[in-house]
């Protein structure tokens, strides 16, 4: 079983990147799972990709770098064991501690072969996570065997020029790819990329490396999922797009003007009881939300999930933000 870790901060672009990853694996005939993990009380990225045909297997309700490091481990071995799975591929959370998650990996007692790390780089959001003094941001550079320099659609070439030399400052070792999740042609050369060192990184001893101290601040999470019947909502708002996205927008805006330093992600998802979904995400506090998915015609329940993970704001404001803009989440 070969294991690729897709690491990266909060909405760098982990699952943007992975998903047409595992789907291009799963064509060539691969068998491939992937493993989610995130902090809310329910994911989000799972129901994305599970919509778009692919084997996810998620943990939730914490970081398997830390508290959910047993839940890690034994996923893996029942993976290994029920589902003999080629190849794995695994999204972190955006806050895991890399250097803590190779070594509860380096205690690993089933059969891995390799294990490459590919960190994504937020590109438009690179001088704000510095800033902020995120020591993991850092370490997810450090310890990638390879980097993607991801959003790069976002800024200019100048500052393109000037991230990649502070990049290699950080990890003069690693290879620095440039991408972004909507270019194909750069898309196809990163994934050309990892596959030439998917199987050729063995688990050496050097990288088995124990740091137990916990690091950097912390996002604040709200983390909220509330079914409606079809008769419960207005379904021409739920046909519009705009609706929701006026919404994450308006969830943004609010969070710049409660103070809030950056926004790790704000996610929101509409999944119908038949085949659909929307997600609607943000990174950004003045940029308008990305929306992905379609929800179909003639479903008789949806289910909303909102994830949002946000730094520089207490618990309470970043609740009744939410509660503000979608009044029909309950706490
Ligand atoms: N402009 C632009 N936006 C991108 C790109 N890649 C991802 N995004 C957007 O960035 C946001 C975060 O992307 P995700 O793929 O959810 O990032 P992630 O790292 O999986 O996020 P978490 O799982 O929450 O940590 C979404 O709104 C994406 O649509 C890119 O290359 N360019
Ligand atoms: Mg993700």
């Known amino acids: 079983m070969h294991l690729l870790i897709i690491s990266g901060f909060l909405g760098s672009g982990k699952t943007s990147i992975l998903m047409p990853f595992a789907k291009r694996l799963t064509a060539k005939g691969?068998?491939?799972?992937?493993i989610e993990n995130e902090i809310g009380e329910k994911g989000v990225d799972d129901l994305y990709l599970r919509e778009n045909d692919l084997q996810v297997r998620e943990i939730y309700h914490g970081c398997i770098c830390c508290d959910l490091r047993t839940d890690l481990i034994s996923s893996l071995?029942?993976?290994?064991?029920?589902?003999?799975?080629?190849?794995?591929?695994?999204?972190?959370?955006g806050v895991a501690d890399p250097y803590l998650l190779l070594s509860s990996l380096s205690g690993y007692p089933g059969n891995l072969e390799s294990r490459t790390m590919v960190s994504i780089v937020d590109a438009e959001r690179f001088e704000d996570i510095l800033s902020l003094k995120i020591p993991l941001a850092i370490d997810g550079i450090k310890s990638a065997d390879l980097?993607?320099?991801?959003?790069?659609?976002l800024i200019s070439p100048e500052n393109?020029?000037?991230?990649?030399?502070?990049i290699n400052r950080i990890n003069p070792d690693s290879e620095v790819q440039n991408v972004s999740a909507y270019d194909e042609k750069l898309l196809e050369d990163l994934f050309k990329l990892i596959e030439s060192k998917l199987f050729s990184i063995?688990?050496?001893?050097?990288?088995?490396?124990?740091?137990?101290?916990?690091?950097?601040?912390?996002p604040t999470v709200c983390s909220r999922s509330f079914?409606?019947?079809?008769?419960?909502?207005?379904l021409s708002e739920l046909e519009t797009k705009k609706y929701f996205e006026d919404k994450v927008y308006r969830t943004a805006v609010l969070l710049e003007e409660a103070g809030a330093d950056l926004i790790g992600n704000v996610k929101l998802i509409i999944k119908s009881d038949k085949d659909g979904y929307l997600l609607i995400s943000t990174t950004s506090f003045s940029r308008y939300p990305e929306v992905s998915g379609k929800l179909p015609a003639g479903y008789s329940k949806v289910v909303f999930t909102i994830n949002?993970?946000?730094?520089?704001?207490?618990?309470?404001?970043?609740?009744?933000?939410?509660?503000?803009v979608f009044p029909h989440f309950p706490d």
């Open 30 to 34: 691969k068998k491939v799972v992937i």
């Open 147 to 153: 980097i993607a320099l991801n959003k790069i659609d």
């Open 160 to 166: 393109l020029e000037k991230l990649r030399n502070q």
């Open 202 to 218: 063995q688990i050496k001893e050097a990288e088995k490396r124990i740091e137990l101290e916990k690091k950097g601040i912390s």
């Open 227 to 234: 079914e409606f019947l079809k008769d419960e909502i207005c």
């Open 308 to 324: 949002a993970m946000v730094y520089g704001i207490e618990k309470e404001p970043l609740n009744s933000i939410i509660n503000k």
């Open 77 to 93: 071995l029942e993976l290994e064991r029920d589902y003999k799975p080629e190849i794995i591929v695994m999204e972190p959370t």
